[in-house]
């Protein structure tokens, strides 16, 4: 039965999971928990007002209604354990527990594990306190990038340009700049080369691949300005050629589920591998136990209505490993609408008007938007809407993007007009 689905989450990339899962036939009822704003307005959606933390609540409310599939999308609640705990309730998840969402809570814990298995990545350093790690970033002969060991938000990386900026990157963390997680500090030799984003759907032993994708970290065009949780997205990345995907199969997707298996970890849910594509050869820079945020809203546009069997298939560890995932042929490109600010302080609450939107291979998934009293769609976010678009070729996919964005208002919106310029053939600089 796969009649009544529960996705966990409050983001673009729940609300595009939602809306491939609905596209099934089987599929009677989407209920999201949270959700947001836009969550209603997709295909059998339903918001749960729950708080997740209330464990008996919730149990009792997901038996009440029967739900046959849980997808839970952000790090946290893994983190948590919250899979662990509804798998021993008797409900089918995919997501991994506790001891698989390490390989992204931990970042320590991750660089031990790829060394482990000898899967390439950069040379690292554990530090436990300030003069640790001064004493590394004094002697280093590279330079270095500075991680919080724990969750951060996306935000707890730096990549400073002089071993002052590199002490003080340190010295912030260790003063509680991410609180807890920032009690160890990982300092990472500093590596180069474009980057691209694969995802494993994984059932603890095998796996299948969805498309790669690519996205854009920095606030401006031309990839300047400070890193964001991500301003648009595009799927697949031609620069992922077969030869390379092989490479990149053979030397860190497989030793990676072998590595988990050896741990004894029972990995069910996705693993996103952000890679770099250096001259000596892919390397992993992290390992992530959900989706990217905005790959997701990306790539599932182009999943048909069997990627709902998919997740079921991993959340009960009968993956064949030989699943076909349709892709229909088609591009996909995603421009984030933020609010003015981000990603640093902005306001909340602007009305939004969304215009007329040319539907045709297009979606406009909500990330951070809510209802005024009286129903008017307002910003509530840093990230406010993901417009993404399908078409033949990247040049067709996002002029319908740009062409849907030009209908969009809200006070202070900003968005990147460069979106997937390494794929667009017709883009000129300021078009
Ligand atoms: P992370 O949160 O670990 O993905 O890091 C955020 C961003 O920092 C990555 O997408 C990279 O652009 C950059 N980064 C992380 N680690 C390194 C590294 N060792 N060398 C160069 N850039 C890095």
Known sequence: MLENILIIGNGGRENSLAWAIQKNDLVKKVYLIPGNAGSERINKCE??????????????????????????????????GLADFLREKGFKVFG?????????????????????ANIPTANFWKVNSLEEAKKIIDSSLVPLVVKADGLASGKGV????????????????????????GNVVVLEEKIQGPEVSVFALCDGKKYILLPTAQDHKRLNENDKGPNTGGMGAYSP????TEHLLKRIIKEIIEPTIIELNRKNIDYKGV?????????????VIEYNCRFGDPECQTIMPLMDQNFVFLLEKCSMGNLTGDEKINTFDKVSGCVIATS?????????G??????????????IFDSGTSLSKNGELLTNGGRVLSIVCQDKDFDMAFEKVYKNLKEIHFDGIYFRNDIGHQVRKKFSKGK
Not at 104 to 116: G, L, Q, V
Not at 158 to 164: G, Q, T, Y
Not at 237 to 240: D, I, K, V, Y
């Open 158 to 181: 730096f990549i400073p340009d002089s071993k002052d900026e590199c002490f003080k990157a340190a010295k912030s963390i260790f003063n509680g700049k991410f609180g807890n997680s």
């Open 96 to 116: 991994p527990g506790q001891d698989g969402a390490k390989l992204e809570y931990s970042k320590s814990w991750a660089k031990k594990f790829m060394n482990d």
């Open 271 to 283: 693993i996103y591998f952000g890679l770099m594509i250096t001259k000596s050869g892919p390397k």
């Open 350 to 363: 602007f009305p939004i008007n969304l215009g007329k939107i040319d539907p045709s291979d297009c979606q």
């Open 47 to 80: 918001r749960l007002k729950i708080n997740i933390d209330n464990k008996n609540e919730l149990v009792e409310k997901l038996e009440f209604l029967k739900i046959d599939l849980i997808v839970i999308g952000p790090e946290i609640p893994l983190a948590n």
């Open 237 to 240: 990345a031609p620069l992922l």
């Open 340 to 348: 003015k600010g981000y990603p640093n302080e902005y306001k909340t």
